[in-house]
């Protein structure tokens, strides 16, 4: 069983439209990462989100960071074939006092032109 | 380019052969991890190590063993791989405890 649940597990759409990826789980965390991966490659990190509530944007990509920060979202506007790669989410628990991150199984996005 | 080194990208062993998997990095990070990464499952920790010569069992480490060699390095060994070890490895540093992990680009290894 994840700590971490991604849904959708895969997203196929086309240019131009818009996607939510969610991020869900039962335990609070102290952060939350996500990263994205491209097939033959390690995952590359885009955004932190530390406080309950908090967005952040990084260009046609905004993140969020649930009040009781148990969970997180990452939407994209107007994707491009570039968004495609497979998001994962990352939590650091409050409960683990070394902070290891945990990690969802990720959602596979694919942008067709 | 400042980052994450691993060798070999890919392996085939079989059964009940060992190898070692190599990583470096040059960011001066104190903290290393050890990850497999399966279909379906997300990454999993192996093993961690905080800074040189201390390391930590994560959340699958049964059949494998770790060096942290010295701040640079850390090597993750198979002592007699099994076809249940077929997976990608990465290996990532970050500078603190789990926060903005930098990871290597992977060591495919199938165990025939």
């Known amino acids: 069983t994840q700590l971490l649940e991604q849904s959708p597990q895969f997203l196929s759409i086309q240019e131009g439209e818009n996607l939510t990826v969610y991020c869900n789980s039962s335990?609070?965390?102290?952060?939350l990462q996500w990263y994205r991966q491209e097939p033959g490659e390690g995952p590359v990190l885009l955004v932190t989100?530390?406080?309950?509530?908090e967005v952040k944007k990084l260009k046609r990509l905004t993140f969020q960071f649930g009040d009781a920060r148990k969970d997180s979202s990452l939407h994209i506007t107007a994707a491009q074939t570039g968004d495609t790669g497979l998001y994962l989410c990352?939590?650091?628990?409050?409960?683990?006092?070394?902070?290891?991150?945990?990690f969802g199984a990720g959602t596979q996005v694919v942008v067709t032109p | 380019n400042a980052g994450v080194t691993q060798t070999p990208k890919f392996q085939v062993l079989k059964t009940g052969q060992s190898m070692t998997l190599q990583c470096a990095q040059d960011?001066?990070?104190?903290?290393m991890y050890w990850y497999r990464q399966d279909p379906g499952m997300g990454l999993r920790l192996i093993y961690y190590?905080?800074?040189?010569?201390?390391?930590d069992k994560g959340e699958v480490p049964n059949g494998y063993n770790v060096s942290r060699l010295n701040k640079r390095e850390f090597s993750l060994r198979l002592e007699s791989a099994a076809p249940s070890q077929t997976s990608v490895y990465f290996c990532?540093?970050?500078?603190?405890?789990?926060?903005?992990?930098?990871f290597g680009s992977g060591t495919r290894l199938t165990v025939v």
């Open positions: 990532a540093s970050s500078e603190l405890r789990g926060y903005g992990y930098t």
């Open positions: 335990s609070v965390f102290s952060s």
């Open positions: 989100v530390v406080t309950g509530g």
């Open positions: 990352a939590g650091r628990m409050t409960t683990d006092s070394w902070g290891k991150l945990q």
């Open positions: 960011m001066n990070h104190n903290s």
């Open positions: 190590s905080a800074s040189e010569g201390t390391t």
